[in-house]
T-cell receptor, first 112, second 110 residues
Framework: QQQVKQSPQSLIVQKGGISIINCAYE??????FPWYQQFPGKGPALLIA?????SEKKEGRFTISFNKSAKQFSLHIMDSQPGDSATYFC???????????FGTGTRLKVLA | DAGITQSPRHKVTETGTPVTLRCHQT?????MYWYRQDPGHGLRLIHY???????DKGEVSDGYSVSRSKTEDFLLTLESATSSQTSVYFC?????????FGPGTRLLVL
């Protein structure tokens, strides 16, 4: 019940296309869902986060869609660029615990 | 980078030797974490701390111990390193509900 399942494991997208990464969770008590971006040799960096009281959050080309009833959330990268090539992790957290459960990551490659 | 440094950044050691990794933060954050990152497993929590001398286990704590004698430092010790502990280790701090990660330590156990 503590797992966060992330798919796909890897993704190749053409420049200008839309990249979509999906995550699913079991624990309905989770109430904070961040996405992290990691470049090779670097630590993960927060990209965008959402709470379950909204169904969508957009920051620039990055959008989180949240489906509370399905217990799923996804990251959409619009107009994908080669500079977006990185590994992306979703996570889930329960307020007050300060602990995350991470998905297994998606390696995104955007072709020029 | 939220003022987080990790040392060493790279280490090669032999099976059975003790290893200590250091995480240092400059902003007095209460919560600190140690994760390991392995292909196909994402980031897995080893131990975390919620204050000086206050620590708790994560999901993969076997073979690891931690200490936090000062707010700014969180040490991860492998008492007797094994090849299965070859990994990239990340320290993180929590600022409100967001975690910020250090640059990582790449550890190779031969």
């Amino acid at each position: 019940q503590q797992q966060v399942k992330q798919s796909p494991q890897s993704l190749i997208v053409q420049k200008g296309g839309i990249s979509i990464i999906n995550c699913a969770y079991e624990n309905t008590a989770f109430d904070y869902f961040p996405w992290y971006q990691q470049f090779p040799g670097k630590g993960p960096a927060l990209l965008i986060a959402i709470r379950p009281d909204v169904s969508e959050k957009k920051e620039g080309r990055f959008t989180i869609s949240f489906n509370k009833s399905a217990k799923q959330f996804s990251l959409h990268i619009m107009d994908s660029q080669p500079g977006d090539s990185a590994t992306y992790f979703c996570a889930a957290s329960l307020s007050g615990t300060y602990k995350y459960i991470f998905g297994t990551g998606t390696r995104l490659k955007v072709l020029a | 980078d939220a003022g987080i440094t990790q040392s060493p950044r790279h280490k090669v050691t032999e099976t059975g030797t003790p290893v200590t990794l250091r995480c240092h933060q400059t902003e007095n954050h209460r919560y600190m974490y140690w994760y390991r990152q392995d292909p196909g497993h994402g980031l897995r929590l080893i131990h975390y701390s919620y204050g000086v001398k206050d620590t708790d286990k994560g999901e993969v704590s076997d073979g690891y111990s931690v200490s936090r004698s000062k707010t700014e430092d969180f040490l991860l010790t492998l008492e007797s390193a094994t090849s299965s502990q070859t990994s990239v280790y990340f320290c993180a701090i929590a600022q409100k509900e967001t975690q910020y990660f250090g640059p990582g330590t790449r550890l190779l156990v031969l």
